[in-house]
């Protein structure tokens, strides 16, 4: 069982709309860790991936009988009033390798976003390596208001070190392709499409070991995300704990405010994760989007305190 020694979301946050996002019609799959983006002119874009496994007491177990863990996605539109208006199974054919070098197939925890008129995703591949280890992977989406929406052109981005796992990286809304990389300190890569490098900069110093979760957006003249902190189990050394945080940011990266820890649910897996967060149209207003238990796929509109606006 899970310790859980900070508050849970709804008690420090007022939630005024939820919604569960449903499971694939072939059970051997299941809904987790959606991400979620605001359009440019009405609604909400949300990427739900699916998976081939469920997670027992720290271990993955595959639901079809298989030795490949497999990852797919549903292709949700909502309203204003997170409404799902439309669903369809998200194509990435045309990014996946024919020959996979390792037992995990497809892009983990996409984080969607938008740049102008076009649309993006980012995410982890482990496919393209015998070892596994894990690389940061930029799509784009194409015809994402019909009925066969894809995913081309994945470009696999430069890791910041060798032989270390890339993973969790949160776009910067708006940026011409430039990610939140570390967060406390504050790291922000910038993509040269000509050279495909990356240049880093570095700001906003402090010492909690705090992970990526959303992308980050435009927040009251400045920007704000969820990040998440990984808290390993006191009783089970295979079971690791999860917890949340909101940070906002000025305008240029040079100084941040980290909320207090809080848990999206009360899951006894403890685990948890938050892929997505957008505005809402509604004054104070945003949405996230999360996964509980690699098992379950939410979305909720929450009000945000005072203090944070300012």
């Known amino acids: 069982m899970a310790l859980f020694v900070s508050a849970l979301f709804p008690d420090l946050y007022q939630v005024v709309r939820r919604l569960h996002l449903l499971d694939p ?158 967060v406390d300190p504050t790291v922000v890569l910038r993509l040269d499409m000509a050279t495909k490098s990356l240049v880093p900069s570095r700001s906003a110093k402090g010492n909690l070991q705090l992970r990526g979760s959303s992308q980050v957006i435009r927040f009251s003249g400045g920007w704000i995300a969820v990040v998440h902190e990984v808290v390993p189990s006191t009783t089970n050394r295979f079971q690791r704990s999860y917890q949340h945080r909101f940070v906002r940011w000025n305008d240029d990266f040079t100084d941040c405010k980290i909320s207090e820890a809080f848990h999206l649910a009360s899951d006894e897996t403890g685990l948890e994760f938050c892929a997505g967060l957008a505005l809402s149209r509604r004054p104070n207003h945003l949405v996230m989007s999360y996964g509980v238990g690699d098992r379950s796929a939410e979305i909720v509109e929450f009000q945000i305190p005072v203090e944070w606006s300012a």
């Not at 983006?37 to 009405?42: G, I, K, L, P, T």
């Not at 993006?120 to 070892?131: C, N, P, Q, Y």
């Not at 052109?153 to 430069?158: A, K, N, R, T, Y």
């Open 25 to 182: 019609d072939n059970d051997l799959l299941k809904s987790m860790n959606p991400t979620i983006a605001r359009r440019n002119d009405s609604g909400f874009v949300s990427l739900v991936r699916q998976v081939n496994y469920c997670y027992e007491n720290g271990f993955y177990v595959r639901r079809d009988g298989s030795d490949v863990i497999r990852t797919s996605y549903n292709l949700v539109r909502l309203n204003e009033d997170l409404e799902i208006v439309g669903s369809t199974p998200l194509d990435d054919s045309v990014i996946r390798l024919s020959e996979p070098k390792f037992p995990v197939h497809g892009i983990e925890d996409l984080r969607v976003f938008q740049r102008g008129e076009r649309w993006f995703a980012s995410g982890t591949v482990r496919e393209h390596r015998a070892d596994g280890l894990c690389q940061m992977m930029l799509t784009e989406i194409i015809d994402i208001d019909s009925d066969h929406p894809k995913l081309v052109g994945g470009i696999l981005l430069p890791t910041m070190s060798s032989n270390r796992h890339e993973k969790n990286w949160m776009p910067i809304e708006g940026e011409e392709h430039a990610w939140v990389w570390g």
